[in-house]
């Protein structure tokens, strides 16, 4: 039998509460500069201290593109990792790389930190604050999410207020993000009257009681 803290871990960690997200998009550039080189390395600060810092190192042999991840700390290596690159083959041609996970060996386009490792989600079981959130808050970032794309800033937009057309929009998504901007403030409105009806409901069984 495992001691304390053993085995899998039940809740997933958010993305934010991890140190650095690797994506490959980022590196897509790195990736053209290769066929001119054998190696490029650069290092940059990652925001969560003054002195922590992610170093990165590709370098082409004849076995494919490698990778060493770096996290220093206070100028010591808190967490290295030597990571293969796995190529992809559209249909269309050319040639796409991702990570592939030291964990699973599985492509992945985003690697996590996390107590220093550098795995894919799955292997980290990372999730998003988004799947936390309760159906009433849900539904509130929804509407929020229609209102920004037409230009309203959130909480001014007044209710029986059509907001102008955004520059350079064309009149068709203009009218489609209306109408998903009225589904989903039903939805919302919905949604907070069922959960006061429940309140309610259990408010009078107590007081029965």
């Not at 039940?10 to 001119?36: G, H, N, P, S």
């Not at 959130?154 to 009225?182: E, H, I, N, S, V």
């Amino acid at each position: 039998m495992g001691g304390y803290g053993s085995g899998r871990r039940r809740e997933k960690i958010l993305a934010d509460d991890c140190l650095a997200v690797l994506d490959m998009a980022a590196f897509r550039d790195w990736l053209r500069l290769l066929k001119d080189y054998e190696g490029i390395a650069q290092t940059y600060p990652t925001g969560r201290g003054f002195t922590d810092e992610l170093r990165i190192e590709l370098r082409r042999n004849s076995q494919g593109i490698s990778a060493q991840l770096q996290y220093r700390r206070g100028g010591w290596a808190y967490a290295v990792e030597y990571v293969a690159l796995h190529p992809t083959f559209p249909h269309f041609g050319g040639i796409r790389y991702f990570w592939e996970c030291p964990s699973c060996h599985k492509a992945a386009r985003k690697l996590y930190l996390f107590q220093q490792r550098f795995y894919c989600l799955r292997c980290h079981r990372v999730g998003y604050r988004c799947q936390r959130q309760g159906p009433i808050l849900r539904g509130i970032v929804r509407v929020q999410k229609v209102e920004r794309r037409l230009g309203v800033r959130t909480g001014r937009m007044q209710d029986g207020f059509l907001p102008p057309k955004p520059k350079r929009m064309r009149w068709a998504t203009y009218y489609r993000l209306l109408d998903q901007l009225g589904v989903c403030q039903e939805q919302c409105t919905n949604i907070m009257n069922d959960w006061l009806t429940k309140r309610e409901e259990q408010q009078r069984k107590v007081l029965e009681q």
